[in-house]
């Protein structure tokens, strides 16, 4: 495939873009027969947000073909000029805003659910974009970068224009680009040169494709190719696509998987009476009649469920999902027709220098550190906090409430079901590593506090009430084990962060161990670098 007639169509584009800025093109404009649409090529109109394209409406240099002299500008870009104008773009701008706070980066990458999925991503595309001097991005669902891979010379100039780990790429800050419009019409598109808004960027070119949440519907983010103009192959859209479109079979085999052990759950009910639904609200089992449609809507607080007839049903926990039953309705309050069902436990394995993670029934979730350290409050505080106690816990008196209520809603979004409001409270059972080795130090058992201490709680969180419950289970596993704990104990404790260089503990091992195990060789070694 030539490039030969790429610098007819930059010098083209150019025209175009300052008539389109100036209002004398684009959407809008006088002719729409000079839309350019490529001969033989019908281009629609992009999908509306929200909706997958149809068939057909992949765009002509997705499908492998260059531009050619005399065709005007095609109409994604024209209406995506006119999207970012109209969104205060400055076609001037410069580089990339930092969008993301670059310490909370590995929050953000650890708690994203395409964390799992960056080594199909990357790898599929990473040493084609090494040899052929282009870069791999991965954004969220805002264009942010989240991780970014590939050529480094390429990487470093990258660098000059903000497309690099926490800069935000949407087309209401960037204009017209890769990222932002692929996210802006939810299908796979090339940005060549000109084509950009921004100046800065003519002479990069790129190709990007969303990926969509099967489960949920949502959009998750972006992969995307970028190089210097001339290196990008206009077939590139359809394998950045082709990449996008496995993680998402990727997505939807899990979702399947998912669906499968609840449905297991589900048919030990015996015939009880009850819709199946996803964590997601997405209709599995029990509604024959497709009453409720594909999907409904789950509230954000309280049991009940508004259907659309009218209805109000309620709404259960159940495993991984929840469970819609019908209601009566008595003279005093509506009932379900059959028993609650425990709610599932919630899991917070929060100790050590890991990923701080939460489980709900089979279905396990990496955290930011912000929501493991709201979960640890919350769980420290049964009886619940409000958001300006949540609030000063976490930040003293520097803290703001509304900073609080918005995580806590998107938390509340991740675990549908085990937070309750007013005050902010756990309602499932909770099962916390850090709860259980006060509860091994109230038994003065040290061999299963040994097993169970896996390091400090959150050791990165700065809370003022983390930091203290944090110190304070240190200091009494630490003497626990020095008291009752054997040898053993001991060793699996100098593993862990703190202990690893606790002379007194290394001490005790060279003390009473063989001479010859080797672990009191291990120790004695330590013990010398100290």
């Not at 002719?31 to 149809?54: I, K, M, N, S, Y």
């Not at 073909?65 to 205060?88: D, F």
């Not at 979730?365 to 505080?381: G, Q």
């Not at 850090?434 to 509860?439: A, D, H, N, S, T």
Request: glycine share 10%.
């Amino acid at each position: 495939m030539s490039y030969a007639d790429l610098d007819a169509y930059s010098r083209r584009l150019r025209a175009a873009h300052d008539d389109a800025l100036s209002g004398a093109g684009g959407p809008g404009g006088p002719d729409p027969a000079t839309r350019g649409t490529a001969p033989g090529h019908a281009e629609p109109a992009p999908a509306a947000r929200g909706t997958a394209p149809r068939p057909g409406e992949a765009d002509p240099a997705a499908r492998g073909r260059s531009p050619r002299p005399g065709e005007g500008t095609r109409w994604l870009i024209t209406t995506s000029w006119h999207r970012s104008v109209q969104a205060g773009v400055d076609p001037e701008n410069g580089p990339a805003p930092l969008s993301l706070d670059l310490s909370h980066l590995g929050d953000v990458r650890d708690a994203h659910p395409l964390r799992p999925l960056l080594p199909l991503l990357t790898e599929t595309l990473a040493r084609m974009a090494d040899e052929s001097r282009h870069i791999v991005v991965v954004t969220d669902r805002d264009g942010r970068v989240l991780w970014r891979d590939g050529n480094l010379g390429v990487m470093r100039i990258a660098d000059r224009i903000g497309l690099s780990e926490g800069h935000g790429w949407s087309e209401e800050r960037m204009g017209t680009n890769g990222i932002g419009t692929a996210l802006a019409v939810l299908r796979p598109v090339n940005v060549y040169s000109a084509e950009h808004l921004l100046r800065l960027l003519h002479v990069w070119s790129c190709s990007a494709a969303p990926i969509v949440d099967p489960d949920s519907g949502e959009v998750l983010g972006c992969v995307d190719v970028s190089g210097t103009a001339p290196s990008l192959h206009p077939a590139t859209a359809a394998l950045v696509g082709a990449v996008a479109r496995l993680a998402e079979s990727q997505l939807a085999l899990r979702m399947y998987e998912r669906d499968e052990r609840l449905l297991r759950r589900y048919e030990e009910l015996r015939g009880r009476p009850g819709i199946l639904l996803s964590a997601t609200g997405r209709v599995i089992a029990g509604d024959p009649g497709g009453a409720l449609g594909p999907r409904v809507r789950l509230p954000a607080d309280g049991d009940r469920l508004l259907l659309r007839d009218g209805r109000t049903v309620a709404l259960e926990p159940f495993c991984d999902g929840y469970l819609v039953r019908a209601t009566t309705t008595t003279a005093t309050a509506p009932t379900t027709t059959t028993a609650t069902i425990v709610p599932p436990a919630l899991r917070l394995c929060f100790l050590g220098e890991g990923v701080p993670t939460a489980a709900v029934g089979e279905r396990r979730l990496p955290l930011s550190l912000r929501h493991a350290e709201i979960l640890a409050l919350l769980a420290l505080h049964p009886r619940g906090l409000s958001a300006e106690q949540l609030s000063f816990h976490l930040y003293g008196d520097a803290g703001n409430p509304v900073t609080i209520r918005a995580e806590i809603h998107r938390l509340r979004a991740q675990l549908r079901g085990t937070i309750g409001a007013k005050p902010y409270r756990l309602t499932s059972p909770v099962e916390a590593d850090f709860l259980e080795l006060r509860r091994l130090l109230a038994a003065n058992a040290p061999a299963a506090l040994a097993r169970t201490y896996k390091g400090p709680l959150l050791p990165r969180s700065e809370s003022p009430e983390i930091r203290r419950e944090r110190d304070e289970l240190e200091v009494q596993v630490r003497a626990c084990l020095l008291l009752h704990g054997s040898p053993d104990d001991l060793w699996t404790y100098a593993q862990t962060a703190n202990g690893r260089d606790d002379l007194q503990i290394l001490e005790r091992l060279a003390e009473s161990l063989p001479f010859a195990d080797h672990r009191a060789a291990a120790a004695r070694a330590r013990l010398y670098t100290c």
